[in-house]
């Protein structure tokens, strides 16, 4: 003390984490009595002092998984670079190259960029090439052993590491440990204190959590208006073992699969209404921790899987997902019983409805065969009805108009159950969509109507959306463009919103399609373009039924001709490099004379979507609003993003304007 109490200097204090109470008393001590002194500690966990500024440590950085990297841009990553520097001291003369580089990558993403495990690894090329490291890191703890004789016993293998982690936790700390290993990727709140706190107080998870995070067991992350937490899969893994070695770990498992078994049906159960932007957001997040619960129903619980894999159709479907939709539901109904179940058929008419959004038609033909099978095995006229829709929706994808509207209407007919709207507003679509290619336009606007205003009065995005692209199709084959533009330019809105990669392309599409016959062929090219790179990522088409293709045809002959090849195919190529927003940008770039300065009717607004531009227009931020109408933020800015659509503005203060303006004219 006597020594530091003058001097101005900077005191390191290395591996506190293990003598973490005492350190804390010394630091404390000693900084009230030498003013000069700074103090630099390392630990696990923050010593919880006044004073303290806590500067966490994250992992390496990594490769970016779904992006190739070249042997040039790779060692910017920490983790590969410390890979390389490691292998070549091992292996005198190692150098990253383009046969190795895709392992040494996947090496640090498996290792999570932790620096210890990538030193092990590295060490390990004195007896194995990367390839071969990687492919036994299944089991890495046994792998990763043999570090340098100088460091401490707990740095010289990977297994004792993470022992020497767990040994310092509390036994709560330890028993949440193996618990939180159940989930895959991130996870929130309120799904760990359902799947892991059975036995303690909501207030108890929540202070095991924030444990774990102090000792760096867990991570924070920031996802938009929630916080969830991750865990490290060399952590996560050791949690895992420590719950099998317990015999905890599959009941754990079961509560993870019905947790999030309800998640799913509560988001399908709720999908048509206004809390479906709110839904997107969180099956996103929860993608690893969904598919992790299928995983686990394939082999032990085929029924359940199929009832989260059907819940969740809406979901791939509307994000254009259908590659993963079908794996999962392919995969699910193979080892299902076969048996007559509406799980069964639910399942079916999913995976068809997949199928043929990538224009696999023979495929879905055998999958609605079999459902249309098993509804001849029983009574149940719920089958019969999902029977019927699924052979509707093939005969309309197929071509066959007068099967697909006799199935189509029998179906709409049988879904009159509120528990059914989704189906019924599918159905109701498609039997529009039947009817106007069959040449029975007023039917099919009188369709397409209905499905507008009933999602439009419950705050749905996508549905509505898709509604507005047939009625553009509709009024633009009836000779009326200005009209089809504004309501295609307004499902175009909608679709970006809920970022709806397939409705924005139908919609660009059919925008397309009217720029060739307004002799507009440079626009009609760009558009093309556009339609056509968002509608490859997704693994369909710009044109997805038969009938959709001759305008398609129809509209490049027409821009080509006009144009040339040479420019004809510039402008594509223009079109092709624009992203879903800059695709958005570009199609609404204009508006037609008879909207210039036109106000938009408050009818366009539903209750409480006028409530809150009331709010808005007062100045409130959007938490504010929500404490003001006892919403959440998130269900606010929902709100906010389907007014902006629905009077074709691009800011609050838009809205704000527009409000004076209802007022003044009252």
Request: charged share 25%; proline share 4%; aromatic share 6%.
């Amino acid at each position: 003390m006597e020594f530091l109490g003058s001097k101005r200097m900077l005191l390191v204090l290395d591996n506190c984490e293990q003598l973490v109470d005492a350190v804390a008393k010394l630091v404390e001590i000693l900084l009230r009595s030498c003013p000069e002194l700074r103090i630099l500690a390392t630990s696990r966990e923050a010593l919880a002092i006044g004073g303290e500024a806590v500067l966490r440590v994250p992992p390496l950085t990594v490769p970016e998984s779904d992006r190739p990297s070249s042997s040039r841009s790779m060692p910017r990553s920490d983790a590969v670079r410390l890979f390389v520097e490691r292998a070549a001291a091992a292996v005198p003369g190692f150098e990253l190259n383009d046969s190795n580089r895709a392992a040494v990558a996947e090496i640090c993403r498996k290792l999570d960029g932790l620096p210890l495990p990538i030193e092990l690894a590295a060490a390990r090329l004195r007896a194995m090439s990367p390839e071969q490291i990687l492919r036994r890191l299944t089991d890495r703890y046994e792998l990763l052993t043999g570090g340098t004789r100088s460091a401490p016993t707990r740095q010289q293998t990977l297994r004792l590491c993470i022992d020497w982690s767990y040994e310092l936790c509390t036994t709560p700390e330890q028993l949440a440990w193996e618990r939180l290993a159940i989930f895959a990727g991130s996870f929130e709140l309120d799904a760990a204190e359902e799947i892991c706190g059975f036995d303690l107080s909501p207030s108890g998870v929540v202070d095991v959590v924030t444990s774990l995070l102090d000792k760096s067991i867990l991570i924070r992350e920031e996802s938009g208006p929630v916080v969830r937490f991750r865990m490290l899969e060399t952590l996560r893994g050791f949690g895992a073992e420590k719950a099998q070695e317990s015999g905890r770990y599959r009941d754990l498992r079961v509560r993870h699969r019905d947790w999030y078994r309800r998640l799913a049906e509560d988001a399908n159960t709720q999908w048509i209404g206004d809390r479906q932007l709110e839904w997107f957001q969180r099956i996103e997040r929860e993608q690893p921790n969904l598919r992790e619960a299928m995983e686990f129903c394939a082999s032990e619980d085929p029924v359940i899987g199929l009832t989260i894999a059907s819940a969740l159709f809406q979901f791939w479907n509307s994000r254009s997902l259908f590659s993963e939709g079908r794996y999962w539901l392919d995969r699910i109904l193979d080892r299902h019983s076969g048996q007559p179940t509406i799980e069964r058929v639910e399942a079916l008419y999913a995976d068809s409805v997949l199928a043929e959004m990538q224009g696999d038609l023979s495929v879905a033909a055998r999958l609605v065969a079999q459902a249309l099978q098993l509804a001849e095995q029983t009574q149940d006229s719920t089958i019969d009805s999902l029977a019927a829709h699924a052979e509707g929706l093939c005969a309309l994808f197929s071509g066959d108009l007068p099967k697909a509207c006799s199935r189509l209407e029998a179906s709409v007919s049988a879904f009159v159950d509120p528990r059914d709207l989704s189906l019924r507003l599918e159905a109701l679509m498609s039997l529009g969509i039947a009817y106007e290619w069959r040449g029975d336009t007023d039917l099919a606007i009188s369709r397409f109507e209905e499905v507008h205003e009933i999602t439009r009065s419950r705050g749905e995005s996508v549905l509505q959306a898709y509604s507005l692209w047939a009625l553009g199709v509709a009024w633009w084959r009836r000779g009326e463009p200005r009209r089809a533009t504004e309501q295609l330019e307004r499902g175009l809105r909608l679709a970006q919103v809920a970022n709806d990669q397939v409705g924005a392309t139908t919609c660009l599409e059919t925008l397309a399609w009217i720029a060739a016959s307004d002799e507009e062929p440079r626009r009609a090219a760009v558009l093309m373009g556009a339609a056509e790179v968002l509608s490859r990522a997704v693994g369909s088409s710009s044109a997805y039924l038969p009938n959709l293709l001759d305008y398609h045809n129809d509209c490049e002959r027409r821009a080509r001709q006009a144009l040339g090849t040479k420019t004809f195919e510039a402008a594509r190529h223009e079109g092709n490099a624009l992203d879903l927003d800059a695709s958005v940008t570009f199609a609404l770039n204009r508006q037609s004379s008879d909207q210039a300065g036109k106000i938009p009717k408050p009818s366009l607004l539903t209750k409480r979507e006028h409530e809150v531009a009331e709010l808005v227009a007062r100045g409130l931020t959007n938490k504010a609003i929500a404490a003001e109408l006892g919403i959440s933020p998130r269900t606010v800015q929902g709100h906010v993003e389907h007014i902006l659509t629905k009077l074709g503005f691009a800011s609050r203060v838009q809205i704000a304007a527009w409000m004076v303006e209802q007022i003044n004219e009252i």
